[in-house]
């Protein structure tokens, strides 16, 4: 099956720092990706949808400006989480989709914020 | 819009027993409907999803859901249940095969040996 990769699984960082997550699909052209948030013990939910060569899609009461969404290239697209803070700890999660139906999700990034 | 219930947090079942993790959902249009497994810290995994055709849908691992429309249900059933399969699940909804996904709150299966 389709694989997507994201790096880092794991990542600490101080409050106030930038962190990037990258979404690699390695084995097919995502001609869109979707970034999850997921706290624990609940649901995923939909942060944006990232369409290559194009602004990415907020969801309702998602800050673009704090959760910065690039989506270079056909197999590529990144998440930036601004200043972060401690609230901004969360497991993450990416998937892509082809130009069929099916998601394929990504292995997610844990981010915790001291 | 769209939605997506699982009314159970958690569904214990005993090895060996059949095995029912419940979902409804709500479209106004056209349902697409998937069920997903996560495993501690880590992403989802696909197990079966109903597009269209027969109501009985056959999955991963052995899983299989039932499409049932007057229902608005997609119920994931297994006939015997593994230690193994001790896992989140996930209900998920799409509105036609280009929205997004919307999903369920999650049911943990506890599977006792």
Redesign the interface.
């Known amino acids: 099956g389709a694989v997507v990769s994201q790096h880092p699984s794991r990542v600490i960082c101080k409050s106030g720092t930038s962190v990037k997550i990258e979404c690699r699909s390695l084995d097919f052209q995502a001609t869109t990706m979707f970034w999850y948030r997921q706290f624990p013990k609940k649901s995923l939910m939909l942060m944006a949808t990232s369409n290559e060569g194009s602004k990415a899609t907020y969801e309702q009461g998602v800050e673009k400006d704090k959760f910065l969404i690039n989506h270079a290239s056909l197999t590529l697209s990144t998440l930036t989480v601004t200043s972060a803070h401690p609230e901004d700890s969360s497991f993450y999660i990416c998937s892509a989709r082809d130009s069929g139906i099916r998601e394929f999700f990504g292995p997610g990034t844990r981010l915790t914020v001291l | 819009a769209q939605s997506v219930a699982q009314p159970e947090d958690q569904v214990n079942v005993a090895e060996g027993n059949p095995l029912t993790v419940k979902c409804t959902y709500s479209v106004s249009g056209n349902p ?1 409907l998937f069920w ?1 497994v996560q495993y501690p ?6 197990l079966l ?1 109903y ?1 269209t055709g027969d109501n009985l849908v056959k999955g991963s691992y052995g899983f299989e859901a039932e499409f049932n429309k007057s229902q608005t249900s997609f119920h994931l059933k297994k006939p015997s249940a593994l230690v193994s399969d001790s896992a989140l699940y ?1 209900c998920a909804v799409r509105d036609g ?1 280009y929205s ?7 049911t ?1 299966l506890l599977v006792s040996p």
Do not use: C, H, P, V
Request: aromatic share 24%; hydrophobic share 35%.
């Open positions: 697409y997903y810290n880590r992403g989802l995994q696909f999803k597009i996930f095969g997004t996904l919307t999903f369920g709150k999650g943990m």
